[in-house]
């Protein structure tokens, strides 16, 4: 049953039928790819290996052995069915009071428990997805504007624009200042959306940055309250990747910032977060808004019935991350296996000339790959970006689909991964970088110009009757479902 024809259209609404959700993008392409000929390192060692996943997968042994060693914390265990019934019908779009303050907890400890945070500020949504859904529809209606740094985590249009009707209003930010937020830069983005009589109601960020892996600094951070307290708009923070900061200069949160400001309305604050990411749980769903606006938080509420929890999901997490020295090991040891994949990655980089935006969280590198380029154009980029994926069989994310304003950059993702992919990604990086580099300019352009269009072998050629795996459906992927997934 596909939904593809123009008569099918017309029996949908335009929300329904919309490409607002980005995934004509031809970036979509790469998961083509790598759903079509996915790397298995004894079935398929010549596979494509999938770079482009933000997911954290380095710590579920620590998990595993909490969730053996506490089986009461589950309703389906036997030594956890007494709580089913209660808990099974569970249904208030309050939450388990003992969630929310578990939840209130772990975010203090993420943020180095220089924050605290009021458990009935929690509102639940589905991941962080649905949590930026969530505060867009509390605080925007349909043709209003927010303000984006660029280059920015690709799902922000289809989670923050489709269904609410907001626009987005790029901030252009450029590698020759480390892709600062300046006070310029905003003034300028948000002067010209008024000249175009467009209502501007906030300004969203991500700290750490997705794609940059970088992190604010509370200078900064000062900087945009004041920026949007001027002109009495909002700022929305995601900080979905707070506890990934894996060095120094530690994580700034913008809760921590507001503290210290004598002048600030807080109504203007709000906090976007989830497990998918610190704790690496992206399909358990669990996301917050924390708003520090009353009325935010009231109407949010009744608003976050289409997006709650699951109380088993709840009631689990609430033991999990009340235990303070499971929660504290836990936090120490991911932030110690990120840097160190970090540091694999970083020195392979380095070896083979590849310059890498410098940070200190996040499951990413941002490469540096301008030099490989015939012209600094995107259309080159995307020349790169195919033979990445058909040659050195590597689906890297490329800068244009996070809006970066200059052609060149690649985010590579690193913890979704065991120890042996690693290698063998490692190994096709440094056996492309080092062949390319020591060709003429002129040859590698020739032999890129014949990768135009991704190749698919005849007998594997894609088209509607594919199914697609279930991480090409990943609601946390820079590109979600497929269009072309077909009706079982
Ligand atoms: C900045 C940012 N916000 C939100 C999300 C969505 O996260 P979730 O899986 O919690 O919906 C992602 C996922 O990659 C992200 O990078």
């Known amino acids: 049953m596909a939904l593809l024809g123009s008569k099918s259209h017309q029996l949908l609404s335009k929300i329904a039928t919309s490409d607002k959700h980005g995934e004509n993008s031809p970036y979509f392409d790469g998961w083509k790819a790598y759903d079509m000929n996915p790397f298995h390192p004894s079935e398929n060692p010549h596979g494509v290996i999938q770079m482009g996943l933000a997911e954290n997968q380095l710590c579920f042994d620590l998990i595993e052995e909490w969730i053996k060693n506490n089986p009461q914390a589950s309703i389906c265990t036997p030594e956890g069915v007494h709580k089913f019934r209660d808990i099974a019908n569970f249904q208030d779009y ?171 309305n807080r109504d203007l604050i709000h906090i976007i977060y989830s497990l998918s990411k610190d704790m690496g749980f992206p399909g358990l769903r669990v996301g917050i808004v924390y708003s520090f606006n009353d009325e935010v938080v009231s109407q949010g509420r009744r608003m976050s019935s289409f997006g709650l929890v699951s109380s088993q999901t709840q009631y689990m997490l609430a033991s999990m991350l009340s235990d303070d020295r499971f929660v504290e090991k836990f936090l120490a040891e991911s932030k110690r296996r990120l840097a160190k994949r970090h540091n694999i990655f970083s020195k392979v980089l380095e070896e083979v000339n590849i310059a890498r935006f410098p940070s200190n969280a996040g499951l990413f590198c941002w490469m540096n790959l301008k030099s490989l380029l015939k012209e600094q154009t995107f259309e080159n980029e995307m020349v790169l970006w195919r033979v990445i994926i058909n040659e050195v069989k590597l689906n890297v994310s490329p800068g244009s689909s996070f809006n970066c304003s200059e052609p060149g950059w690649f985010r590579v993702c690193f913890a979704n991964m065991d120890d042996e992919t690693v290698e063998v990604a490692l190994g096709r990086i440094r056996a492309f970088i080092g062949k390319e580099t020591k060709k003429p300019a002129a040859m590698q352009v020739k032999r890129w110009q014949r990768n135009l269009q991704l190749s698919f072998s005849s007998s594997r050629r894609f088209d509607e009757s594919v199914m697609l795996s279930p991480h090409m459906m990943s609601p946390h992927s820079p590109i979600p479902q497929s269009p072309l997934v077909k009706a079982t």
């Open 94 to 264: 309050h939450g388990l009071p003992e969630f929310r303050s578990a939840m209130a907890n772990f975010m203090s400890k993420v943020r180095g428990g220089r924050v605290k945070f009021d458990p009935s500020r929690i509102l639940m949504s589905g991941g962080a997805t649905g949590a930026n859904e969530l505060i867009i529809f509390c605080l925007a209606n349909p043709g209003d504007a927010f303000l984006v740094p660029t280059p920015f985590y690709p799902a922000f249009l289809r989670d923050l624009c489709w269904r609410t009707g907001l626009q987005l209003i790029p901030v252009h930010c450029e590698s020759s200042n480390n892709f600062k937020i300046t006070r310029p830069a905003l003034e300028a983005a948000y002067n010209k959306a008024k000249e175009n009589n467009i209502n501007v109601k906030g300004l969203i960020i991500t700290n750490p940055s997705n794609p940059l892996g970088t992190i604010l600094d509370k200078e900064t951070l000062k900087s945009l309250v004041s920026f949007i307290n001027e002109r009495n708009i909002h700022l929305v923070c995601d900080e979905i990747y707070a506890a990934t900061v894996f060095s120094s200069p530690s994580y700034v949160s913008v809760s921590e910032v507001i503290q210290e400001m004598e002048s600030c």
